[in-house]
């Protein structure tokens, strides 16, 4: 039978793993809508809508983790329509929501882009870019364009959108998962092969072809269920307590 945790002690221990201070971030990390005071059954997802709420009250859980949270600089501040029903889901089941977003990119352990970089078997050498968020690495043996979209596919379960060159070899390559396509323009000042992100813009398809380095665009949530996920297998290791990571599909 699982046991309980304080929330609040639930939260220092994430807080000193991911040590969210250091980071310049668009969203407030760590407890974002109070619930419970203990914690017994946690539920985690990359996004925190409505679709993962009720999922989450479904399950019972006490609380919920995210990497996608609520109050983003710069959004609406009145709670209205969608953001209406997503509170009062929360509020009316007393579920605590539990939001990570740079800290859980960045993590050297648990961060998506270590995760993913392991999944693709890289050796992490050095960190790069943005508030040092992206890794860099090498492969064990080098893989061409189309062997290496096929490895990102049978890791994410879904294909990637490759721009670039694909039939030179691949060594040294960079990952920085989610919407950081624009970090592009630093794997290409380090001299990588090639450069794996979520998303992609429409400038991005000539700075890679330009630059003669391959773009690797693997979907913003797909190249983000890790982090959130291991994470929560951490808590409920830690404290045991019982969780289940909800992978809400999203195609972007």
């Not at 991911?18 to 969203?27: F, H, M, N, S, V």
């Not at 090639?194 to 690797?216: K, L, N, P, W």
């Amino acid at each position: 039978m699982a046991d309980t945790i304080d929330t609040r002690r639930l939260l220092a221990f994430c807080d000193e793993l991911l040590t969210p201070e250091i980071y310049r971030d668009y969203a407030p990390n760590g407890l974002q809508v109070e619930g419970k005071a203990s914690v017994s059954r946690l539920v985690t997802g990359v996004t925190a809508c409505q679709a993962l709420l009720d999922a989450a009250v479904e399950e019972g859980a006490d609380a919920i983790l995210v990497h996608h949270g609520y109050f983003w600089k710069n959004e609406p501040q009145v709670l209205t329509g969608m953001k209406r029903r997503r509170m009062a889901t929360l509020l009316a089941h007393d579920i605590n929501l539990i939001a990570y977003h740079l800290p859980l990119d960045g993590h050297d352990g648990i961060g998506n882009n270590a995760w993913l970089a392991e999944e693709l078997g890289v050796n992490v050498t050095r960190r790069f870019g943005h508030q040092s968020l992206a890794v860099a690495g090498r492969l064990e043996a080098p893989l061409d364009g189309n062997q290496l979209a096929a490895l990102i596919e049978q890791r994410l379960d879904r294909p990637p959108l490759v721009v670039g060159p694909v039939d030179r070899p691949i060594r040294r390559i960079g990952i920085c998962t989610g919407g950081a396509q624009d970090m592009l323009s630093d794997a290409i000042d380090l001299g990588l092969d090639a450069f794996v992100s979520g998303e992609i813009s429409e400038r991005t398809t000539h700075m890679a072809r330009e630059a003669g380095v391959t773009y690797f665009a693997a979907g913003h949530h797909a190249t983000e269920t890790g982090g959130v996920r291991l994470l929560g297998q951490r808590l409920a290791e830690e404290f045991d307590i019982e969780h289940r990571f909800v992978d809400i599909d999203n195609p972007a």
